[in-house]
T-cell receptor, first 113, second 119 residues
Framework: TQLLEQSPQFLSIQEGENLTVYCNSS?????LQWYRQEPGEGPVLLVT?????EVKKLKRLTFQFGDARKDSSLHITAAQPGDTGLYLC?????????????FGSGTKLNVKP | GAVVSQHPSRVICKSGTSVKIECRSL??????MFWYRQFPKQSLMLMAT?????????EQGVEKDKFLINHASLTLSTLTVTSAHPEDSSFYIC???????????????FGPGTRLTVT
């Protein structure tokens, strides 16, 4: 089992604030994904990063993969109540098209209007 | 993205009985399927990986005789929780990986999950 620690575990902020969620491991991953999950539903993929140092932007969300492919961050600009949810990182082990993913410990985000 | 379904979405069973959960890829062929379990307010824990036509590979600490996985076709995998006990109550989520017809790459899609409650 590959251990992925996310921080913070819980985050409660006001609408309009910025935030960063971190995903750290001592293991190297072939790729890293970020998901958002609503209660009682399966996780929904937000992004996949595969190259060390890679940065991807998805509207107000910015994802970065660490140079050593051991860590990642998710930054949200001007958070909105609709961003509320459980954010999960998942590290891929194995070759890109045939890897399996281990999930991080999760960050519960609550954005208050 | 592709669609993965799970059936049932919720199931309640008595202690000692067995429960089968189905995972289907509806519009693509899933060469690999994964089963996860998630306890309340916790993350997803990978239980096993199954490739079509072969035996599943279980993660350390997961009892293969307790959680029977069958991946008989490219669109269906089943997880059977045998002799269920209250501690098996959890949210079980499958994901299916196959070649995306539009992207051309291998992508993984998650099902909506199955809430199992053992009384």
């Amino acid at each position: 089992t590959q251990l992925l620690e996310q921080s913070p575990q819980f985050l409660s902020i006001q609408e309009g604030e910025n935030l960063t969620v971190y995903c750290n491991s001592s293991s190297v991953f072939s790729s890293l994904q970020w998901y958002r999950q609503e209660p009682g539903e399966g996780p929904v993929l937000l992004v996949t990063v595969v190259t060390g140092g890679e940065v991807k932007k998805l509207k107000r969300l910015t994802f970065q993969f660490g140079d050593a492919r051991k860590d990642s961050s998710l930054h949200i600009t001007a958070a909105q109540p609709g961003d509320t949810g459980l954010y999960l990182c998942a590290g891929g082990v194995g070759s890109y098209n045939f890897n399996k993913f281990y999930f991080g410990s999760g960050t519960k985000l609550n954005v208050k209007p | 993205g592709a669609v993965v379904s799970q059936h049932p979405s919720r199931v309640i069973c008595k202690s000692g009985t067995s429960v089968k959960i189905e995972c289907r890829s509806l519009d693509f062929q899933a060469t690999t399927m994964f089963w996860y379990r998630q306890f309340p307010k916790q993350s997803l824990m990978l239980m096993a990986t199954s490739n079509e036509g072969s035996k599943a590979t279980y993660e350390q600490g997961v009892e293969k005789d307790k959680f029977l996985i069958n991946h008989a076709s490219l669109t269906l995998s089943t997880l059977t929780v045998t002799s269920a006990h209250p501690e098996d109550s959890s949210f079980y989520i499958c994901s299916a990986r196959g070649r995306d017809s539009l992207l051309g790459s291998y992508e993984q899609y998650f099902g909506p999950g199955t809430r199992l409650t053992v009384t």
